[in-house]
């Protein structure tokens, strides 16, 4: 089993920036895929970004893009998530996964297409983030 624990959130004001952090358990392999997700009151959970572990990041969802920027240390087992341009549209609970397979290849197809829930293995408990305009 793997904990993923994130921290980071907070509430600020519109057009600040934020660096969220999942620091997970234990090593989850190299080419596992961790990724971001969010949801906001009412609204379902979307995923924000991914990466695969020791990779470059594969997937940012359009309404991140060039605001958002997923990053990884494979040595801490920690993948962030840095925000800046925040708007009030962004305000969810922000989720971290993983999703740890045999062959990278797999794992890879999980960051390029990430909205399905069952293909994550392990979630955090989320952190929150409030944006005020």
């Known amino acids: 089993q793997v904990q993923l624990v994130e921290s980071g959130g907070g509430s600020l004001q519109a057009g600040g920036s934020l660096t969220l952090s999942c620091v997970a358990s234990k090593y989850t392999g190299r080419g596992t895929c961790m990724g971001w997700f969010r949801q906001a009151p009412g609204k379902e959970r979307e995923a924000v970004a991914t990466?695969?572990?020791?990779?470059?990041?594969?997937y940012y969802a359009d309404s991140v893009k060039g605001r958002f920027t997923i990053s990884e240390d494979s040595d801490k087992n920690t993948v962030y998530l840095r925000m800046s341009s925040l708007s009030p549209e962004d305000t969810a609970m922000y989720y971290c996964?993983?999703?740890?397979?045999?062959?990278?290849?797999?794992?890879?197809?999980?960051?390029?297409?990430?909205?399905?829930?069952?293909?994550?293995?392990?979630w955090g408990q989320g952190t929150q983030v409030t944006v005020s305009s």
């Open positions: 996964a993983a999703a740890p397979r045999v062959h990278a290849v797999e794992a890879l197809a999980v960051c390029r297409h990430p909205s399905r829930p069952s293909d994550w293995n392990y």
């Open positions: 990466a695969q572990t020791g990779g470059s990041p594969t």
